[in-house]
């Protein structure tokens, strides 16, 4: 038994979601914020059989794809001020950053 958590952007949540079900199967879904561009994320736990990793995985390489966003000047306050950008700048945003623990139970009631 193993848990996959898979942290995604929002934009991709409801397809992944969506997704998941289609292939029977069952996620909790977490509301998560990210560092970088302190945006909305979406983080899905999944409770799995070994032998359905793969397909999990799949399934969420599929739906969480990678793409180019302009991220917003962030004020230099309380930073260094040698490294402030004044313009916006396009930034790589969405995909997936999947983690897969080994589980020594697992319940549902």
């Known amino acids: 038994m193993k848990l996959i958590m898979a942290?995604?952007?929002?934009?991709?949540?409801?397809?992944l979601s969506n997704a998941?079900?289609?292939?029977?199967?069952?996620a909790t879904k977490l509301a998560s914020t990210g560092g970088f561009l302190?945006?909305?994320n979406t983080t899905f736990m999944?409770?799995?059989?070994d032998e359905r990793v793969q397909e999990a995985l799949d399934v969420i390489k599929n739906n969480c794809q990678s793409r180019e966003q302009?991220?917003?000047?962030v004020s230099p306050m309380g930073g260094n001020v040698d490294a402030?950008?004044?313009?916006?700048v396009e930034v790589p945003v969405g995909g997936a950053t999947v983690f897969v623990l080994p589980i020594e139970q697992f319940h549902q009631f």
Do not use: H, T
């Not at 929002?10 to 397809?15: A, F, R």
């Not at 998941?20 to 069952?26: A, P």
């Not at 999944?46 to 059989?49: H, L, R, V």
């Open 70 to 73: 302009i991220a917003p000047p």
């Open 38 to 40: 302190k945006a909305g």
């Open 84 to 88: 402030y950008v004044p313009y916006p």
């Open 20 to 26: 998941l079900i289609e292939k029977r199967i069952r």
């Open 7 to 15: 942290v995604v952007q929002d934009q991709d949540s409801n397809k």
């Open 46 to 49: 999944i409770g799995i059989e």
